[in-house]
């Protein structure tokens, strides 16, 4: 038997649709969500990422500013960018793409976004905040893929509780918070990397495994438990210069349970939960200002 492709498309469709009736009636009380998303340099990835996030702004009722701005922009300039944006009461979210220009520090622009506005949940406050758990956490962002990937678990009815995790790959964007949002939802977590010299023995272990390396085929038939949930957030192109995971996707079907596909699985889902944040800032703001005028009125 083959497994259950998780279907990251559908899922997201109608959770946009939800986002897309909760931004409405946010913009009809006058809070209409706004993402502002910066870009500065060439990449040709960056530039189609950013142009899906807008596109995604737009079908969800979200006003969106894009700022392109060329590789040789300042440093000074764009955190002078980051300040407005900050300022700006339109703005409930702000996304700079990744990965910056070398002559640009990733980090000090990071922590210039305002953590209410750090939709990406980059930030050391929203990143402190999900180490911390419990309230903290509800009160920060989640970084987006982490974040969808725990939605995908959900929709197949996978709960961590109790389960084997295994993370594959350490990076602050997906591996550190996937492996804390597994460990919050009750799961033994392992984190895999590039020095863990036997990956195949942790992996053969896991209930689920997350792969989030940027290499094709890191996950094969022979390292997969029977009946494991595998979600592939990895994103190559084949020989033939087809999109494809880092799971071999063909060869782990008939071992795994559930699993997503590439494209069309952990993809989407980054998106849908940048909107989801993005609404969740929107609303923050408009709660706070509806209660100012309840006491102003008291
Ligand atoms: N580059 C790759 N993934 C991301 C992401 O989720 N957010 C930002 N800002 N940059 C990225």
Do not use: W
Request: a neutral charge; aromatic letters at 2%.
């Amino acid at each position: 038997m083959s497994a259950t492709v998780i279907d990251g498309n559908q899922l997201s469709r109608q959770l946009r649709g939800d986002i897309a009736l909760r931004a409405s009636r946010l913009a009809a009380a006058g809070h209409q969500p706004g993402l502002a998303v910066i870009v500065v340099g060439d990449n040709p990835a960056s530039k189609v990422y950013v142009r899906n996030k807008v596109k995604a702004c737009a079908d969800a009722g979200f006003h969106s500013l894009h700022e392109a701005y060329p590789d040789d922009f300042a440093e000074a300039a764009l955190l002078d960018r980051i300040a407005a944006l900050n300022a700006d009461p339109a703005v409930h979210g702000i996304l700079v793409q990744l990965p910056l220009p070398v002559h640009i520090d990733a980090n000090r622009v990071i922590e210039a976004i305002a953590p209410a506005k750090d939709v990406d949940g980059f930030h050391i406050a929203n990143a402190g905040a999900l180490m911390v758990g419990g309230a903290a956490a509800a009160a920060g962002f989640k970084p987006c893929t982490p974040y969808g990937c725990m939605k995908l678990l959900e929709s197949v009815g996978c709960d961590p509780r109790g389960k084997h995790a295994v993370v594959i790959g350490r990076s602050n964007i997906v591996g550190k918070p996937m492996a804390m949002l597994l460990l919050q939802a009750h799961a033994t977590v392992t984190i895999c990397h590039s020095a863990t010299p036997d990956l195949a023995a942790h992996t053969r272990l896991a209930d689920i495994v997350v792969v989030a390396v940027g290499r094709r085929n890191t996950l094969t038939a022979e390292m997969v438990k029977p009946g494991a949930v595998v979600l592939d957030v990895g994103m190559n192109r084949d020989d033939d210069g087809k999109l494809c995971g880092d799971v071999d996707f063909a060869g782990v079907s008939p071992v795994a349970s559930a699993m997503t596909p590439v494209p069309g699985g952990v993809g989407p889902m980054t998106i849908t939960m940048l909107l989801m944040n993005t609404l969740e800032a929107a609303e923050r703001v408009a709660r706070r200002s509806s209660a100012n005028v309840e006491s102003i009125r008291s």
